[in-house]
């Protein structure tokens, strides 16, 4: 870094065009230390997936990266605006070192490139120290992309760490109470279009789309195969609701009472899982996301009285 930078924050913040607050559709789920939330970024997320869901703590690879900035003539006049700070947060500022600390940036006039500067995300632990360890500002020739410079595999990267899906509701029949033997049917409301993206863009530079798909559901009866047998074969995606003198195909069948369980109740959870697909041409692939939503289960047993004829 250089030490003639008394100043280097106020100066990223104007080369990032940004302040640190996180950007609109900056999603992380407060449950977690892990998701996105940028600081120091140009980088706008959007799209439907980047908010009102349940994110499944994505963690970026990288936490800190560069970003492409302003031109030599624009980062000259940034930097010569900053001359107020200079003088304010330096004990030792003199306008001779004002002058040679500007002259990295006139010596570049006519050149072709942009300055670029460092981000982070803010929620990973290690992305502040990770971002004090980057240079303030480095001068990239054009189509090029310095050590650490941000490429459109990572903007995809980001987009997936904002990907949020919906948590939906768990419909079981019967629902206020299951008894052994009984098929316990499963089925989920509130999802909503059974597609999320999210898009994370530098613009006018490059962009990267990530889409999850609803594909299917896991059901996990929150007991052993000795006391439940699970259906799935008729789930799909979104389970299957009851229907009078309808075919069992999705759900559980108890064998046992739960009488024997804390809270006399199993704890059955359905897990919602999400492929993702990345738009476009971006060598970049990631596991689905999935979300899983519970459910108490009280089971008990069906008493039958038999009497002498």
Not at 19 to 43: C, E, M, N, Y
Not at 119 to 136: H, I, R, S, W
Request: glycine letters at 10%; aromatic letters at 8%.
């Amino acid at each position: 870094m250089n030490p003639l930078l008394p100043v280097a924050v106020a100066g990223l913040l104007m080369l990032a065009g940004t302040t640190a607050a996180p950007p609109t559709g900056d999603t992380i789920d407060q449950g977690r230390t892990k998701g996105v939330v940028l600081s120091h970024s140009k980088i706008v997320i959007s799209g439907d997936g980047a908010r009102g869901g349940k994110s499944d703590g994505y963690v970026l690879k990288r936490p800190c990266w560069y970003e492409p900035g302003l031109d030599a003539q624009e980062m000259l006049k940034t930097q010569e605006d900053l001359r107020a700070y200079f003088f304010r947060f330096s004990k030792d500022a003199t306008a001779e070192k004002f002058e040679k600390f500007l002259e990295q940036f006139r010596e570049r006039i006519g050149q072709q490139g942009r300055w670029w500067g460092p981000a982070y995300n803010a929620a990973d632990p290690k992305g502040e120290a990770c971002f004090g360890a980057l240079d303030p500002f480095v001068f990239v020739p054009p189509g090029t992309t310095p050590p650490s410079g941000i490429t459109v595999q990572e903007l995809a990267e980001i987009a997936r760490a904002a990907l949020t899906v919906p948590e939906p509701t768990v419909r079981l029949s019967p629902d206020a109470k299951s008894y052994v033997n009984l098929p316990t049917w499963v089925w989920l409301e509130g999802i909503g279009a059974p597609t999320r993206s999210v898009t994370a863009t530098i613009p006018g530079v490059m962009s990267a789309t990530v889409v999850a798909t609803l594909q299917e559901i896991k059901i996990d009866p929150g007991t052993g195969g000795d006391r439940a047998e699970v259906t799935v074969s008729g789930c799909g995606a979104q389970g299957k609701p009851y229907v009078k003198g309808g075919t069992f195909s999705c759900g559980v069948r108890y064998l046992r009472s739960s009488v024997d369980q804390p809270q006399e109740k199993y704890t059955l959870t359905v897990t919602t899982v999400w492929p993702v697909t990345v738009q476009g041409d971006v060598a970049a692939q990631f596991a689905p996301v999935e979300v899983g939503t519970t459910r108490d289960v009280p089971v008990g047993e069906i008493q039958s009285n038999v009497r002498p004829q």
